[in-house]
């Protein structure tokens, strides 16, 4: 949410927002075998522990697994954009009024994005998510010496409530050049 420079307190900011978290996410569907198996074979995958049920069934894990980089998918709503919605980008990618930090600048890009995969995903797992701030800052870019980094981490669980994965992701906003020009010709 773009907000005027008069309103702009990044410490108020970050005491508001770090650590604020925004609706639960119920995953519409449970881990199926059939998904993983289409994945593994559009990536000319070939483990066993993905792909063949009685390799699966004498693993560790007494069932197949999915591949940790399908977790965002299970706990999806099966809507493509993703957590379907309102008329705006923001809304149909899953966006939560409760998350959107106060910056200056209404430009948005997306830098970096990491993932740890904490327990194995088994079939007939149910997933959920949350989604949280986990930080916010100024750091200057070249076009804009007050953009606004915001670090958002989703946290997906399972149906008893254990932490699978764990998403970071960093990006930051910033105002348009024009903007940072007419800043400076006030200074």
Do not use: C
Not at 9 to 38: M, N, Q, S, T, W
Not at 55 to 83: H, L, R
């Amino acid at each position: 949410m773009k907000v005027p420079e008069s309103q702009f307190d990044i410490e108020a900011i970050r005491k508001a927002y770090i650590g604020r978290k925004g609706k639960r996410k119920d995953g519409l569907y449970p881990v199926e075998h059939d998904p993983i198996r289409r994945h593994e074979h559009m990536t000319h995958g070939l483990n066993p522990l993905f792909l063949d049920p009685a390799y699966g069934k004498k693993s560790k894990y007494g069932s197949n697994i999915a591949p940790g980089v399908m977790t965002d998918y299970f706990a999806g709503d099966g809507t493509w954009p993703s957590w379907g919605g309102g008329p705006d980008i923001g809304a149909r990618m899953g966006a939560d009024p409760e998350l959107d930090v106060p910056t200056l600048g209404d430009r948005a890009i997306n830098l970096s994005t990491t993932w740890e995969f904490l327990a194995p995903l088994k079939i007939g797992d149910v997933l959920w998510s949350e989604p949280s701030i986990a930080d916010v800052y100024v750091k200057g870019i070249k076009i804009d010496p007050k953009a606004v980094w915001i670090v958002n981490e989703t946290r997906f669980y399972n149906q008893r409530n254990e932490l699978v994965a764990l998403s970071r992701n960093t990006g930051l906003r910033h105002r348009a050049p024009e903007e940072v020009a007419a800043e400076a010709a006030k200074a």
